[in-house]
């Protein structure tokens, strides 16, 4: 039996009344629902809120004086390699990516590397130690007017402060943390953390509350710890804080010349039994045997040929539509 399976056993027996993580496309700790279906996006409407989000931060650093990045930004994912056999697609990569943190698309693709790589690492210590518990951790601090350099330096200290205290080291084995950033110009930045945790023993949430008022010396005391009952799901929430597009639409052009600012500023953290692993690698991993152009379609047998289409292109092909030939043309 797996690790996964074990740990879902183990979970469902001791603890039938816990709460489960939802989809990266839907809200953060909704109880499990006794009924009926749970709302999920629809990949029309993701791909219209990343072009949304896409519009807003081109128009942000282009006020913001950084024209050059807004056209990269513009210019990301517009077009993709395709290898397809004129009804499947086999492949898809974009021609071009502007690899800006704040871009909506390549935040998908980091966040997709990011649980590839820690996803089995995770499961790896959770069948090292099958009695430890993985839980869910929110961390706030107040919204503070100092520049984000100033908020994200003041909460990272808090943070470490918070993984020396003797209780918090006897319960967290270790995890990974991923630090979100909102705010506005009326309200300052606002600055929290996700901690998906490996737990040796039980964590009163009161517990937490006084440890993390201790680590911030008054300032700070909202907290929240959940127990997660699937890892993927659970990786996938967590990871998705620290590469997830942050939400523009109450960003001034200043705030974008602050993030700018901070140049190498990393927003998640392993700590613990995890230390030392990087799960924000600059490139991605070439796939070992992949189908080449001229081989045959493993869904039809048909050819592979190589062309480049815009996203809605790709989606005409997936949605049915026959490419007749390799040049670009589509029908």
Known sequence: MSALSTYRREISRHN???VTLLDTDTQLYTPEPSRGKRHRSTRKQRATNKRRTKAIL??????AGYADKAEDVRRCC???????CGRHILRKIPTYRCRFPLCPDCAVERSRRAQARLLPRLLQTLGEYPHDRLVF??????NSFATLAEVHAQFREWFRRLRRLSRWSHRIRGGVASFEIAGSEASGWHYHAHILAVRRVYYEQAELVEDWLTATSGAAFVVDIREVMDVQKGVAECLKYAFKPKDLEEWSPSMVKEFLDMKGARFSSLFGCLYGMDIEPEEAQDEADEPQEGSACPECGEALFSIVLTPEEIVGLESGVWIQNKHGTVH
Do not use: M, Q, Y
């Not at 081109?58 to 006020?63: M, Q, S, T, V, Y």
């Open 16 to 18: 039938s009344a816990s």
């Open 78 to 84: 517009s077009k993709f390699g395709v290898l397809t």
């Open 58 to 63: 081109a128009e942000l650093l282009r006020r």
């Open 137 to 142: 951790i929110t961390l706030t601090a107040p």
